[in-house]
């Protein structure tokens, strides 16, 4: 495949992924917990853990590596464009796992099953397969 190819994939997928994860943040249900054997929702919480979705808008910056993509369209992916896409992840990855007051990342993927969550999971895993493949194939 061509360059040009790879990266309309390449944008498509990271588009999904940054929707996705405007989409739980706006129109989720939100994060869950589990307790004693029991699903809860974090948002019906007061003290804490009320807001957890929203940390899922770090994810938007990668809007960045979307414009650069773009811009780079016909060109192959460059080193400083590959390490700014895996810092945005990585911080990204950072701020969910350390951010999150109650709710539970696997719990709300795997009992809850949140479409969105889902999408956006799997759209990461495809996006870094990607960019991975387009620095590997420069």
């Known amino acids: 495949m061509r360059n040009r190819s790879l990266s309309i ?3 498509f997928i990271l588009g999904i992924q940054i929707i ?3 989409f739980f943040a ?3 249900d939100g994060f869950y917990a589990m307790s004693s054997g029991s699903l809860f929702k974090c948002r019906d919480l007061l003290s804490s853990g009320g807001d957890d979705e929203v940390i899922m808008l ?3 910056g990668l809007v960045i590596s979307l414009l650069l993509r773009t811009i780079r369209f016909n060109r192959g992916v460059s080193i400083i464009e590959a390490i700014l896409f895996f810092c945005i992840i990585g911080i990204g990855l950072w701020a969910v796992a350390n951010g ?3 709710g539970e990342l696997d719990t709300t993927i795997i009992e809850k099953r949140d479409p969105y969550l889902l999408v956006f ?3 990461s895993i495809l996006s870094a ?3 991975a493949y387009l620095v590997l194939r420069r």
Do not use: G, Q, T
Request: charged share 5%.
């Open 129 to 131: 397969l990607m960019m």
């Open 26 to 28: 706006m129109f989720s």
């Open 9 to 11: 994939i390449f944008i």
């Open 100 to 102: 999150i007051d109650c």
């Open 58 to 60: 770090v994810f938007a």
């Open 121 to 123: 999971s799997a759209s």
């Open 20 to 22: 996705s994860a405007i």
